[in-house]
């Protein structure tokens, strides 16, 4: 039998079948790395969002202990206004305070799903009647964050007034002094319906309470990280007690606060 040869037509829709299946083959590819890169890339954002804030899992137990101290504080600074605005001088009132919100944690403590806050007060004001002259600030503030793979410390520089006297010719002086150190530098005002705080490059002659926020939610921004300087941050080698008075006498400042947000032992 004579040999046959395949027609054109034969060979051409061979070639176009040849080309389809290379074409499904790339695309095919295509899509599996694809799927690949975009889930290597999700563990990775999973992974970065765990060794910066934790397992998801404890964001929200975290926000609820900061939610929590933040009220704790504003209900505090309001009965501490109270009992002593325009009672005592702005040096007492500042270590009333402090010791107020400290007694209140450390007599109803704050912790949830392996996490707490602690705070410590300290008043030096007998031992260095001249700090507040030298930096401007009359209170220190330390946030600290111990549930991180690296911990965080950060400081914050406070002048304290009474609401009427924002005024203050010293004022402006005084705030030149603190942000001259740190950028973290606040203005608290003593009101007669509780504390409040300002950036201190943002207060003027005009500044009163209206125009500035309660002191909980800058302790607690301080403890999210979203505030505070870490050059001044307190040496966490040291215990909370010992490494808040060392960073007030660097800094030269009468009273301190410190805020712990850390995780409890097992």
Same mark, same amino acid.
């Given at each position: 039998?004579?040999?046959?040869?395949?027609?054109?037509?034969?060979?051409?829709?061979?070639?176009?079948?040849?080309?389809?299946?290379?074409?499904?083959?790339?695309?095919?590819?295509?899509?599996?790395?694809?799927?690949?890169?975009?889930?290597h890339?999700?563990?990775?954002?999973?992974?970065?969002?765990?060794?910066?804030?934790?397992?998801?899992?404890?964001?929200?137990?975290?926000?609820?202990?900061?939610?929590? %101290?933040?009220?704790?504080?504003? #209900?505090?600074? $309001?009965? =501490?206004?109270?009992?002593?605005?325009?009672? +005592? &001088?702005?040096?007492?009132?500042?270590?009333?305070?402090?010791?107020?919100?400290?007694?209140?944690v450390?007599?109803?403590?704050?912790?949830?799903?392996?996490?707490?806050?602690?705070?410590?007060?300290?008043?030096m004001?007998?031992?260095?009647s001249?700090?507040?002259?030298?930096?401007?600030?009359? %209170?220190y503030?330390?946030?600290? #964050?111990?549930? $991180?793979? =690296?911990?965080?410390?950060?400081?914050?520089? +406070? &002048?304290?007034?009474?609401?009427?006297?924002?005024?203050?010719?010293?004022?402006?002086?005084?705030?030149?002094?603190?942000?001259?150190?740190?950028?973290?530098?606040?203005?608290?005002?003593?009101?007669?319906?509780?504390?409040?705080?300002?950036?201190?490059?943002?207060?003027?002659?005009?500044t009163?309470?209206?125009?500035?926020?309660?002191?909980?939610?800058?302790?607690?921004?301080?403890?999210?990280?979203?505030?505070?300087?870490?050059?001044?941050?307190?040496?966490?080698?040291?215990?909370?007690a010992?490494?808040?008075?060392?960073?007030?006498?660097?800094?030269q400042?009468?009273?301190?606060?410190?805020?712990?947000?850390?995780?409890?032992?097992?």
């Amino acid at each position: 039998m004579p040999c046959r040869f395949a027609s054109s037509g034969t060979v051409a829709t061979s070639r176009s079948a040849s080309r389809a299946i290379l074409a499904l083959n790339a695309a095919s590819n295509f899509l599996r790395d694809l799927v690949i890169s975009v889930l290597h890339r999700l563990r990775q954002s999973r992974t970065l969002h765990t060794l910066t804030f934790g397992p998801i899992s404890g964001v929200h137990f975290k926000e609820h202990l900061l939610k929590e %101290l933040e009220e704790r504080i504003d #209900r505090v600074a $309001r009965e =501490v206004v109270e009992d002593f605005y325009d009672v +005592v &001088q702005e040096p007492a009132f500042t270590s009333h305070l402090a010791q107020a919100i400290r007694s209140e944690v450390q007599n109803h403590p704050i912790n949830a799903s392996g996490l707490k806050i602690e705070v410590t007060a300290a008043d030096m004001h007998d031992r260095a009647s001249t700090m507040e002259k030298d930096t401007g600030a009359d %209170l220190y503030v330390s946030v600290v #964050r111990r549930d $991180r793979p =690296v911990p965080v410390s950060k400081g914050m520089l +406070v &002048q304290a007034k009474w609401e009427h006297t924002l005024r203050d010719p010293k004022l402006p002086g005084q705030i030149e002094q603190m942000t001259d150190r740190t950028d973290a530098s606040y203005v608290f005002a003593y009101g007669e319906s509780g504390v409040y705080c300002a950036k201190a490059s943002t207060i003027h002659p005009g500044t009163r309470t209206l125009d500035m926020r309660p002191i909980g939610g800058l302790i607690t921004d301080g403890l999210r990280c979203t505030a505070g300087d870490p050059h001044i941050g307190r040496d966490l080698s040291l215990s909370r007690a010992q490494g808040l008075r060392r960073k007030m006498r660097e800094l030269q400042v009468p009273v301190g606060l410190a805020a712990t947000l850390t995780r409890t032992r097992k």
